[in-house]
């Protein structure tokens, strides 16, 4: 059998690896190979096969460069944990084993850098080392607490490659974790790191600044107390921000600052870094001083976000959210909360200050979260000897606190065209959410509306929020499932990149599921609730809801693509169409009538003979009336004279409409509601293959057992309301209406009326007449979606497939009532 290939190995690792958090049987299978695999100690002599496990580990940790490295901190974590009581531990002999061996080979891999043809592919090994060696500092720094004198020198290598960034970032946030463990470090050690950490600080960019000043933080606060180093390196560049400052304010129009901006922005960028790592109010940097550092510090950075430069604007803010997270109570601060609101809130404002506000806030909560976890680890260590009591509750109350002032313009946040803007607001509210900051109510429907996400990650990591809190607290999804609805639509409208384009509630792809599938399969199992839910949806298309058409659109698209799976969930939807066609549609027909009447009245009344003319003029609309009500009992004609009389009957509504032509608009408008629900039951009975006498024989009150068979779907058949599409891009409600869209309103209003008058007969109807009445309903359905003859089953083209009913399809409920 052929040996895999290192880079097939290394995919199928990749693969198995990322399954470490997925149900307990997987998590168990992903241990149980990767402890065989890599952390079963190596016998001394076989350097072979420790040097293939090295090549492996590293070769994984690189391919995994942009995803993160979640898995590998879990993964060991996982392991370690499950020998902390054991007397024989091999995984942590295996971890010591992989460490030393790690460092062997950067000497090596740095050794075979000066050979110039490999230079390439072992400056990405020494990366993929370094990195695994900070990985496994993160979970076991003592692991590394010998080799810590090795790895300084790295501090000082030359940067010219991004792989060079890589190992100095690397090294500092090893150094970070491993200097306050040693035992007795020599001082020339200390002042060496000291020193090329500053020289870093100095000289390179944002990242290398950052862990720099994060590694001088941990070295001068828990080992050297070198305060004075530290605030000499404050006062540079505090100094020259003050000094900035009063040149503006003096002339804002002069050319100094565009002269010394690069200057200006390291100047924002580190202070900001340093007030994150030093609490510089403390008398051991500013000694007897009664200055308040951090107020003066928060004055500047506040000034240079007034600035107009937006490049300006962002570097104050990063400077801001550096400084909050050493003193959170700023965010208090009125002006800081007028700035990060306004800036979430304002739609026309900057996109980068936007992500740059939300970044701070994402920021500020990990920090608190891994405070807390540190916090609980120290508690647990000495909770036998300590009474109890509760840890953490003062830093929590004051995180709780600042995400209630943020929390609706973070959510609003949303709403917003950008994937990035939504991407930083769904991890604070994540975040807020799993440290149980806020009450998870109020985040329940912005989570069902981001759960129709374009992007993946995005609507799995919001519904993963909503599984979370349905949980711990059974029927909030429930409680705001409809006001979810509402705002995916709301959400979907601020994605549109088309506005003349209606927005759809469906996916654009081969499943077509509904936008809020997520939504609907976490209601369904509880039959109270999803029946509840469907009738809150199916009451929006009353007419009394005046709900906006491209939403009922949208409603109709989800209700039409929910994965259903019983044969009762679309026989209620059906049922419940049935009793809302005959009341709204009843309804529309009237108020149509009576505007028209009423309109009417005012337009004549000034003489006797208009007034007459105005009675003949309304007999002439109750005798188009009493034309379009013949078909049901006494006209049996055949095609060409029904088609006269229709023509008739239109000519007859024509002459009575009033000059005004609102009414005419608002029946075309609320009638898109009624044709949505005529289609929707359409697609569900050729989707589900259902007859009418199924249709006609549910009852809602019936067992749940009778309609507890699976739905059997058919294929290819697809939700195409033809005529709202039409209707939402001719933009009819805004447009000036033409005699020809006059004239085909009239003829829907027709339609409607004969629809209405054949939903529920009156009387019994005798032997022969019966295929009439049902004729006769069957033609206003056709004509009313615009489709050829009548379909029993799927529909042919994508166009067709929702434009016809079978006969006795579109009321067979309300004929049995």
Not at 111 to 125: H, I, M, T
Not at 640 to 651: L, M, P, V, W, Y
Not at 705 to 733: C, E
């Amino acid at each position: 059998i052929e040996q895999p290939t290192f880079p097939k190995i290394t995919e199928m690792c990749v693969k198995m690896i990322r399954r470490v958090n997925d149900e307990e049987g997987i998590k168990k299978l992903v241990n149980e190979t990767f402890q065989k695999l890599w952390f079963t100690p190596t016998p001394h002599h076989d350097k072979e096969a420790m040097t293939r496990k090295i090549l492996n580990i590293t070769d994984v940790v690189a391919a995994c460069r942009d995803t993160g490295y979640d898995w590998f901190e879990q993964l060991l974590q996982n392991l370690l944990k499950s020998e902390e009581d054991a007397s024989y531990k091999p995984v942590k002999k295996a971890c010591t084993q992989l460490v030393d061996n790690l460092v062997e080979h950067i000497l090596k891999y740095e050794e075979s850098l000066a050979d110039s043809d490999n230079k390439g592919v072992n400056s990405g090994r020494l990366v993929a080392c370094i990195t695994t060696l900070f990985l496994f500092s993160k979970i076991r720094p003592q692991l590394m607490v010998k080799h810590a004198m090795t790895m300084q020198p790295y501090l000082t290598t030359k940067c010219s490659t991004q792989n060079d960034f890589m190992v100095i970032c690397n090294v500092a946030k090893i150094l970070e974790l491993v200097v306050p463990l040693m035992e007795h470090p020599s001082e020339t050690f200390l002042a060496t790191i000291e020193e090329d950490l500053m020289k870093l600080i100095i000289k390179y960019g944002m990242t290398v600044v950052q862990h720099c000043v994060s590694c001088l933080g941990s070295v001068v606060n828990k080992v050297t107390q070198n305060y004075k180093f530290v605030w000499a390196c404050f006062n540079r560049y505090y100094g020259a921000l003050s000094k900035l400052k009063s040149q503006h304010q003096e002339d804002p129009n002069s050319t100094i600052i565009t002269a010394n901006k690069p200057a200006l922005l390291r100047s924002l960028f580190t202070v900001g870094a340093l007030c994150r790592h030093f609490d510089f109010d403390h008398e051991d940097f500013k000694g007897n001083s009664k200055v308040n550092i951090k107020d003066k510090v928060l004055e500047l950075l506040m000034y240079f976000t007034k600035h107009s430069d937006e490049e300006v604007q962002t570097k104050a803010i990063i400077g801001l959210g550096f400084a909050f997270i050493q003193h959170p109570s700023l965010m208090f601060e009125q002006e800081v909360k007028t700035l990060y609101n306004s800036i979430l809130s304002d739609k026309n404002c900057s996109v980068n200050l936007k992500i740059q506000v939300l970044k701070n806030l994402q920021t500020y909560l990990q920090e608190e979260d891994t405070r807390m976890q540190q916090a609980d680890r120290d508690w647990k260590k000495v909770a036998k000897q300590e009474d109890l009591k509760e840890m953490g509750d003062i830093s929590s109350g004051m995180s709780s606190s600042i995400m209630q002032l943020y929390l609706k313009q973070v959510l609003e946040a949303f709403f917003h065209t950008q994937s990035n803007v939504r991407h930083f607001a769904l991890n604070v509210i994540a975040l807020t959410l799993n440290q149980g900051l806020i009450h998870p109510v109020q985040c329940v429907p912005y989570l069902i509306a981001m759960g129709t996400d374009p992007e993946p990650s995005m609507r799995n990591k919001a519904d993963q929020q909503l599984v979370e809190i349905d949980k711990k607290y059974a029927g909030f999804i429930h409680m705001k499932a409809v006001a979810g609805m509402k705002m995916s639509y709301q959400v979907q409208q601020a994605i549109n990149t088309c506005p003349k384009d209606p927005v759809r509630g469906f996916r654009h792809d081969e499943s077509s599921s509904a936008l809020c599938s997520h939504l609907y399969s976490m209601i369904r199992g509880n039959r109270q609730h999803r029946r509840a839910f469907l009738i809150s949806l199916l009451n929006l298309f009353d007419d009394t809801a005046k709900t906006e058409v491209n939403m009922l659109l949208y409603i109709a698209d989800n209700l039409a693509c929910f994965p259903y799976q019983t044969q009762e969930e679309p026989l209620f939807i059906m049922h419940h169409i049935d009793i809302t066609l005959s009341v709204s549609g009843s309804n529309l027909l009237q108020s149509f009538k009576e505007s028209m009447v009423k309109d009417k009245k005012k337009e004549r009344k000034p003489s006797s003979d208009e007034e007459t003319e105005s009675d003949s003029n309304s007999g002439s609309e109750s005798e188009s009336e009493e034309e379009a009500s013949k078909p049901r009992r006494l006209r049996k004609r055949v095609d060409s004279d029904s088609d006269s009389d229709e023509e008739n009957d239109i000519n007859a509504v024509m002459k009575c409409l009033p000059e005004n032509s609102a009414p005419l608009i608002e029946f075309a408008n609320v009638s898109q509601g009624i044709l949505l629900l005529l289609m929707l039951k359409q697609h569900l009975k050729n989707l589900c293959g259902f007859s009418d006498s199924k249709i006609q024989k549910y009852s809602p009150s019936e067992s749940a057992k009778v309609y507890d068979k699976a739905i059997n779907r058919k294929t290819g058949v697809h939700f195409h309301p033809k005529q709202t599409l039409d209707f939402l891009r001719s933009d009819m409600a805004n447009s000036k209406i033409t005699e020809e869209v006059k004239r085909s309103i009239v003829k829907q209003y027709l339609d409607f009326k004969l629809l209405m008058e054949h939903l529920d007969p009156d009387e019994e109807e005798e032997d022969g007449e019966v295929s009439a009445s049902t004729n006769a309903r069957n033609k206003a359905i056709t004509s009313l979606l615009g489709g050829g003859s009548p379909k029993n089953n799927a529909a042919e083209t994508e166009d067709d497939e929702s434009d016809g009913e079978d006969r006795g399809g579109g009321t067979s409920g309300v004929r049995r009532r």
